[in-house]
């Protein structure tokens, strides 16, 4: 079946500092990826919608500035978390299209 | 506001006993309906889908929605206590979903 891949696993940065997720289908081609946010006992919330080739479309409240995506392949997805505080420590998580119901394994960041 | 909901739980049920977790959703044009599987620090694992009005089942998973009530539930035949975990349901149209906060279930011995 489908498989999304996400790495880092884990990451723990020094405020400031910029982070760079990476997530891939590995035996599909997904022209439009998802990346998630989800904060302790709460659910997924959708940050952008990643579609290759064109600009993220970001969800109301998510900076564009802060959150950069890239999706230069029909494989891979990348978020970059830039100047990260610690109120972005959080679970990301992909999720690729045609593979609507497939995550990727989440990326815990946490920032010091 | 597109809304889905779930009652936080914990639902506990005993090992061998149907486990029935609900959800309930505004958005009338949401089309399809996925219900996840949660453990705790792992990402979702999709359960099931469903978007035709009805049952569905799939082994000891059965889904039902019901478009008039705006409503989806989740059966879970035969609990085992690998079965403990949060189940969030979502709902949407196209590419986009709606998740729900999820329901902790706790499968008992």
């Known amino acids: 079946g489908a498989v999304v891949s996400q790495h880092p696993s884990r990451v723990i940065c020094k405020s400031g500092t910029s982070v760079k997720i990476e997530c891939r289908s590995l035996?599909?081609?997904?022209?439009?990826m998802f990346w998630y946010r989800q904060f302790p006992k709460q659910s997924l919330m959708l940050m952008a919608t990643?579609?290759?080739?064109?600009?993220?479309?970001?969800e109301q409240g998510v900076e564009k500035d802060k959150f950069l995506i890239n999706h230069a392949s029909l494989t891979l997805s990348t978020l970059t978390v830039t100047s990260a505080h610690p109120e972005d420590s959080s679970f990301y998580i992909c999720?690729?299209?045609?593979?609507?119901?497939?995550f990727g394994p989440g990326t815990r960041l946490t920032v010091l | 506001q597109k809304e889905v909901e779930q009652n936080s739980g914990p639902l506990s049920v005993p090992e061998g006993a149907i486990a029935s977790l609900n959800c309930t959703y505004s958005?009338?044009?949401?089309?399809?309906f996925f219900w996840y599987r949660q453990y705790s620090g792992k990402s979702p694992e999709l359960i099931m889908f469903?978007?035709?009005?009805g049952d569905k089942e799939d082994g000891r998973f059965t889904a039902q929605l019901n478009k008039a009530s705006q409503y989806v539930s989740l059966l879970i035949r035969d609990s085992q206590p690998s079965d403990s975990a949060t189940y969030l349901c979502?709902?949407?149209?196209?590419?986009?979903?709606?998740f729900g906060t999820g329901t902790q279930l706790k499968v008992e011995l």
């Open positions: 979502a709902g949407g149209g196209g590419n986009k979903l709606t």
């Open positions: 990643s579609n290759e080739g064109s600009k993220a479309t970001y």
């Open positions: 958005d009338r044009g949401s089309q399809s």
């Open positions: 469903i978007y035709s009005n």
């Open positions: 999720s690729a299209h045609p593979g609507v119901g497939i």
């Open positions: 035996d599909f081609q997904a022209t439009t």
